[in-house]
């Protein structure tokens, strides 16, 4: 059999991800037209970036997926998600939309929770070692992984149905088999089957063989595992297809010749493109830039603001990558955006699709109040914002419950919430106009408040003094 072939779908410079052409020292090799169907597709959207292995094998990879071909349809992919934190982030969405598009296509789709293999950590894209996670903190991390994989399958089969029949979406933890091995059986059983020098070969490894901080065993070692974890759901769940970040391949290679080495199947990777910030930074945990989906970490409202502030020369990208909009729909939006692009039709709608899949269709509503509320001054979406929208958009705001006795004043509330200096200079604060509530500058510190004016019909106030500094007010009894 000829040597497999890595396959790259270029689609030009990306963040940080310059566009492959030719042959390079990895077997890199230019897409050619020959993918059909849902392969095109997300070639076409940029979402698919490189095919292991290309040529070589008895049954192509385009083949996999042509409903014409006897016994091809459907299949099932994978792609694994570690918990080294209690949340996923926008990093790992693209990992994600490819799942989804291959369920939308009919096929079985599995996100695999490494709850075993975060122990070790992946040394993939880094320059030194994790820090080690305790096994306590894994195990939380990975059920919150799990739930939170569950959500976003949720939030997809109710909001984006498009009327056809899916495949299935099921989420596993590999800590599930490794519980139940012992490890001189799995060395014995396993370790024969890779070779030193292939492992050592590894780009990853390489890099980190010549670092400064070098390589832990248990690093080393992490290839092997998720080689495993790739054949234990081929031989569990029948799954041919690994998905995985570009920084993945040399993982993916790994469970190829693994798979093929013990049953002379032929097995497949897929890589999606790394999402970088401007300074050319992957986004995630580690870098420190991470925007993360669950809601106690990054509210729906920070989530929006983030796609919102994307710049004109991603925009078109991040639509095709981000979203299920069919392409001709994408390339009218940008035609009015060239009309209209003081407007931002584009990076509202981008934000609009990607909060709704992460936070459902009330995150994104609650993000739409808040902005409303900050940017527009709106007092109807204050008025309707609750305690949690509140503190969501202003984390650094003081948080006060008080009781409204009759008579209470601006000054009152004022110096009971602690906002301003006791004495003339408080008073000044207010009549020199840099006190406001509810967006309303006041300038009588004696007036006295009034429901429906000072106070919402939510039994809040929104408190501002000077430029930056708020308080929520949560009246009691009234």
Request: aromatic share 8%.
């Amino acid at each position: 059999m000829a040597a497999p072939i890595l396959r790259c779908i270029s689609r030009g410079q990306g963040l940080g991800t310059p566009g492959l052409s030719g042959v390079s020292p990895l077997g890199l090799r230019e897409a050619h037209s020959g993918a059909q169907g849902l392969l095109a597709m997300q070639k076409a959207r940029g979402l698919f970036k490189e095919f292991f292995p290309e040529r070589g094998t008895k049954t192509e990879l385009p083949e996999l997926f042509d409903r014409g071909t006897a016994g091809s349809f459907p299949q099932t992919i994978y792609c694994g998600f570690d918990p080294t934190a209690d949340s996923l982030h926008v990093g790992h969405l693209l990992a994600l939309l490819g799942l989804f598009h291959f369920q939308r296509a009919g096929h079985n789709v599995i996100a695999l929770v490494g709850g075993a293999t975060a122990r070790l950590g992946d040394p993939s894209g880094r320059t030194k070692e994790r820090e080690a996670l305790e096994a306590e903190r894994v195990q939380s991390n990975a059920r919150a992984l799990r739930q939170g994989l569950k959500t976003l399958a949720a939030n997809h089969q109710q909001l984006f149905a498009n009327g056809r029949t899916w495949g299935s979406f099921t989420v596993l933890d590999n800590s599930a088999w490794y519980q139940k091995q012992d490890l001189v059986d799995f060395l014995a059983a396993v370790g024969g089957h890779f070779r030193m020098g292939t492992l050592l070969s590894r780009l990853s490894v390489q890099t980190r063989l010549k670092s400064s901080e070098g390589m832990s065993l248990a690093e080393f070692l992490y290839q092997v595992l998720q080689a495993y974890d790739f054949y234990y759901l081929f031989q569990h769940y029948r799954c041919r297809v690994q998905l995985g970040g570009s920084d993945q391949l040399g993982n993916i290679m790994s469970g190829y010749e693994f798979i093929h080495k013990l049953t002379g199947e032929d097995v497949f990777g897929i890589s999606v493109p790394l999402i970088t910030s401007t300074t050319g930074a992957k986004l995630g945990k580690s870098a420190g830039n991470a925007v993360w989906l669950n809601r106690d970490k990054t509210s729906p409202f920070e989530l929006y603001q983030f796609f919102v502030r994307q710049q004109d020369d991603l925009v078109e990208r991040y639509l095709k990558l981000f979203t299920f909009l069919p392409l001709p729909e994408i390339d009218h939006i940008m035609q009015l955006h060239v009309k209209e692009p003081e407007k931002r039709g584009p990076q509202k709608r981008l934000a609009t699709e990607v909060t709704k899949l992460v936070h459902g269709q009330e995150g994104l509503d609650s993000a739409k109040r808040c902005t409303q509320a900050l940017y527009h001054s709106s007092i109807e979406a204050l008025e309707v914002m609750s305690d949690q929208e509140l503190k969501e958009l202003f984390k650094e705001a003081s948080f006060s419950e008080l009781v409204l006795d009759p008579g209470t004043s601006v000054l009152d509330t004022c110096r009971k919430a602690n906002a301003i200096p006791g004495g003339p200079r408080g008073y000044r604060m207010i009549t020199e106009g840099g006190v406001s509530i509810n967006h309303r500058q006041v300038t009588n510190p004696e007036s006295v408040l009034v429901v429906g004016q000072h106070i919402l019909k939510n039994g809040l106030s929104l408190l501002k003094i000077g430029k930056r500094n708020f308080y929520i007010i949560k009246w009691l009894q009234l």
